[in-house]
Structure formats: structure tokens, C-alpha cells
């Protein structure tokens, strides 16, 4: 396993028993105490994932995802307080793909870090043989270059939210429930909290929507989940 993992917690115990765990599985890890340490190491290092901290010093983990997500798209996951239900929401909003709260189960942590490698290996074989392009109104998606353009217009988009919406408009028509989708587009069969759909789909709406208070496109359908309609069916 040649996967690089950057740790990333002040906390010396938590550091010390992540990157524990994570080397026994066969990962090769680096561990950084503060956040500018951190970018230091994402640029050095080059990670595969990266697992943050929210509280640190120097620079909390928010700027840190911020400033990883200016030059890097590999997964990050935050490691969040029980109850602060806000820094989870804030760090997907700020292009994290994923939070595991503490006090976390090494069994958990394992699972969420594998289905994001997992879903990062997998995308180049997806993409081996020429995949056709989906359009649907002024949406085009192009799964070969990992694109999304509006009416001609490249959108900007994470990993994560290109690899919901490329499901979602495959699926044109079908409501996914959020369950589905995070086992479907997260990987997780049994970890995974729905409010990652939720902020992705507000996310993916605030960049291809017209009016993500209206949207077009990606549409709830109450009580049930998500999906994609061409803008000249019917709701």
C-alpha cells in the first residue's frame, strides 16, 4: 500500500495513535502539530488524504482546507469537536470531503479514510474507456476530463461534488435517498452522516444553479432524497 497520509492534530496523543493505526494498516504517514506546519507538509509531502484538525494553532483547520483547496484535490477529512455542529458544516461548505468527530472508533476512522482512497482510485479506471457526455438543458457533464460546464462555461468543482452530480445526472430522473447516495457516491456502507449529502447538494447548487433557491437542475423531492431532471420536464 503506497498511500501517503498527512495527520494533522496539535494533540499529541491523537496524533501519536493516528498515525499508529494508520502505519500498521500499511500507509506511510506524516504528522503535523500546527496549521502552517501543515500546508508546509501538504506541499512537501503531497499526500493522498489529509486528515485535519479543526482546532490549531497558527491557523485553524478551516483556513488550512481553504488554503489546501486552492492547490490540491486530494480528500480531506476533518476530525470535528462532538457538538460543534457548525465547524462540520463550515469545513464541507470550504470543499472538505468528509468529518469524523471525536472521540472517534479506530474502526470508523479506517472505514472513512479506505472509501476515500477507495473512490480516488477508482475514478481513472472508471474513465479507461471513453465515456459519453451527458447534457441536460445547458449541463454538460464530461466524465472523461472530469468536467462540468453551464451553457458552455466550465464550473468549478471539487472531486466530491463532480462525483455526485456525473451520479446523479447518470441516474437522471431516479430520486436517490441520501443513504444511497453516501454509500453510493461516498462509499460508506455504514459510516457516513447524511447532513455530507445535504452541504455537497447546497454546495453543487450555489455553483451550476441559476437560483439555488429554485434550482433547475438538482431538485429535492421531500421526504425522500435527490435527483437530476432536464429543465424542460415537469417538477
Known amino acids: 500500500m503506497d498511500e501517503k497520509i498527512l495527520v494533522v492534530d496539535d494533540e499529541q496523543p491523537i496524533a501519536d495513535i493516528l498515525d499508529f493505526n494508520l502505519k500498521k494498516e500499511g500507509f506511510e504517514v506524516e504528522v503535523a502539530y500546527d496549521g502552517n506546519e501543515a500546508l508546509e507538509k501538504v506541499h512537501e509531502f503531497v499526500p493522498d488524504l489529509v486528515l485535519l484538525d479543526i482546532m490549531l494553532p497558527h491557523k485553524d483547520g478551516m483556513e488550512v482546507c481553504r488554503e489546501i483547496r486552492k492547490h490540491f484535490d486530494m480528500p480531506v477529512i476533518m476530525l470535528t469537536a462532538k457538538d460543534a455542529e457548525i465547524d462540520k458544516v463550515l469545513g464541507l461548505e470550504l470543499g472538505a470531503d468528509d468529518y469524523v468527530t471525536k472521540p472517534f472508533s479506530n474502526r470508523e476512522l479506517l472505514a472513512r479514510v479506505k472509501a476515500n482512497l477507495r473512490r480516488l482510485q477508482t ?16 449541463l454538460t457533464v464530461d466524465p472523461d476530463a472530469y468536467l462540468v460546464s453551464k451553457r458552455g462555461e466550465a464550473v468549478d468543482l471539487t472531486h466530491r461534488e463532480f462525483e455526485l452530480i456525473h451520479y446523479l445526472a447518470r441516474h437522471i430522473g431516479q430520486v ?36 439555488p433557491s429554485y434550482p433547475m437542475w438538482i ?8 435527483y437530476v431532471k432536464h429543465p424542460e420536464q415537469e417538477k
Do not use: C
Open 219 to 226: 431538485v429535492t423531492r421531500r421526504g425522500v432524497g435527490y
Open 176 to 211: 436517490m435517498t441520501r443513504e444511497h447516495l453516501l454509500q453510493a457516491v461516498w462509499g460508506y456502507d455504514y459510516f457516513g452522516d447524511v447532513r455530507t449529502v445535504d452541504v455537497t447538494v447546497r454546495r453543487l447548487r450555489e455553483k451550476v444553479e441559476d437560483n
Open 123 to 138: 475514478a481513472p479506471e472508471e474513465s479507461s474507456s471513453k465515456q459519453k457526455l451527458i447534457e441536460i438543458g445547458g
